[in-house]
């Protein structure tokens, strides 16, 4: 009961101090200033500091975790754990969390010359032990793990942040009893960053708004004339949009047509050799994707807008079935859903599901959160379908998010062509069920009339 109380009282904080973000369209108001930015940033990590972190390593049966960065050459997960007001590490900063056991929690110490916010208690002296290694090997001697995990991970790069200088320079202090009690903390390392936690899951939702209000504002007339607007253009208005509101993103936004005529679809050039400055016209069917970082957590959303001919006051019904394709593949994925099942489980299973249903279906979902391509199973690649080695066996866990990447191959007479309904929205799987964490994109929106956007 005192849980749920405390959990109330974060939501209702979080909602207030977010509550603008729900203004349509979006503004610069909408977002918050940096001053309180840092402070959700703040209380969100402390908050995965002392509940999550315990959780993760005695699941993983890990008492140490060394984290080893310099300054500008930061590992990965070291970065996500940074207070607000570090904008990188400093000089050589390492990072030790010892799980004390029982109720004593972790102990959390910065092998550093200051103290890590105030999350982590600066713990050398350079006056007693001027060397920085051998200041860590007396605490690992002091403390006498079981196990002491470093982040090496041939499957994830997000998990393999230790260089080899630091990995060399580190061994040669630690004491041989202890390099043998070296393991890879890979699955620590996964959960720390695909775990989304109570605090996240009551202001993702809003991050998402924004980014779902930013496509249907840039699909919208105010930004697009026919015949004049090319596809390029409203690249660089997403990207500018962006800038305007205070926001950051991860990628670079694109923006591509599909139309009557003899080009054939391409993921290699859609993804990374599109044309660019092609003139938008009347009767095209347009695509983004698109994604935004706000308060530490991506976006990554791929929505579709048609473009009115002369006459024309809604999609063509060719196109809308299309598009009902679209979302059946994501119904059919999202169905197989279920805790420890892999990445390719889920994959071979949803396409074999497809198969069945006449579908012609390619699926390339990941995780979100922290990353936009983050940690956790894979479920597929567009150019490996029929799993992904590694990456892809890593299992569903609860709590955890994902951006439901797909494309569904479907004939449209008309255009006596192929068309693909490219569609990406971020969801989140509590570890009973998968929901969209802003709703999903179920009608094509057009250009003039937008017919708006449904959850």
């Excluded at 699941?59 to 050459?73: A, K, P, Q, V």
């Excluded at 994830?156 to 390099?179: I, M, N, R």
């Excluded at 698109?290 to 976006?299: M, P």
């Excluded at 009973?432 to 999903?440: A, V």
């Amino acid at each position: 009961m005192q849980k749920s109380v405390h959990f109330l009282l974060n939501l209702s904080l979080f909602m207030i101090i977010l509550s603008t973000a729900i203004a349509q369209p979006p503004s610069p108001t909408s977002v918050l200033p940096e001053r309180e930015r840092s402070r959700v940033i703040d209380e969100i990590l402390e908050d995965r500091f002392t509940n999550l972190l315990p959780q993760l390593m005695r699941r993983e049966g890990l008492d140490m975790w060394i984290i080893i960065s310099r300054e500008y050459n930061e590992d990965p997960v070291l970065r996500t754990m940074l207070p607000s007001t570090w904008l990188s590490a400093r000089r050589r900063t390492i990072m030790v969390f010892f799980d004390q056991g029982g109720d004593k929690g972790v102990e959390k110490l910065a092998i550093a010359r200051y103290d890590v916010g105030n999350l982590l208690k600066g713990a050398w002296d350079i006056d007693v032990r001027p060397n920085q290694w051998e200041a860590l090997a007396k605490i690992i001697e002091d403390r006498k793990p079981k196990k002491i995990g470093l982040n090496m991970s041939t499957n994830y790069g997000h998990a393999d942040g230790l260089s080899f200088s630091e990995h060399e320079e580190f061994l040669k202090k630690l004491p041989a009893e202890y390099q043998k009690r070296i393991v890879s903390a890979e699955k620590v390392a996964v959960g720390w960053l695909e775990t989304r936690t109570e605090k996240e899951m009551a202001i993702y939702p809003l991050i998402c708004r924004l980014s779902h209000q930013i496509i249907q504002e840039g699909f919208s007339e105010q930004v697009i004339q026919p015949g004049v607007t090319t596809t390029d253009d409203v690249v660089w208005w997403f990207r500018q949009r962006i800038t305007t509101l205070g926001l950051d993103t991860w990628f670079h936004p694109t923006v591509d047509i599909q139309r009557a005529d003899n080009t054939d679809f391409n993921h290699l050039r859609t993804f990374s050799k599109r044309p660019d400055k092609q003139v938008i016209m009347p009767g095209d069917l347009l695509h983004v994707d698109f994604g935004i970082t706000y308060l530490r957590l991506n976006t990554d959303q791929q929505q579709h807008a048609y473009v009115l001919r002369p006459g024309e006051t809604d999609v063509p019904e060719s196109i809308k079935a299309a598009f009902k394709q679209g979302n059946r593949l994501q119904d059919i994925l999202t169905k197989q859903f279920n805790v420890g099942k892999t990445g390719n489980q889920m994959l071979l299973a949803a396409l074999e599901q497809s198969k069945k249903e006449g579908i012609t279906g390619t699926i390339y979902t990941h995780p979100i959160g922290v990353h936009g391509h983050a940690a956790g199973p894979t479920i597929g690649l567009w150019d490996q379908q029929k799993g992904v080695p590694g990456a892809g066996d890593y299992p569903l866990l609860a709590n955890t998010a994902y951006s439901i990447e797909l494309n569904a191959a479907v004939e449209v007479p008309e255009w006596k062509k192929v068309v693909r309904i490219m569609l990406e929205e971020d969801g989140f799987f509590d570890g009973k069920s998968f929901r969209y964490i802003d709703g999903r994109q179920t009608e094509i929106y057009t250009i003039p009339r937008k017919l708006g956007y449904v959850k």
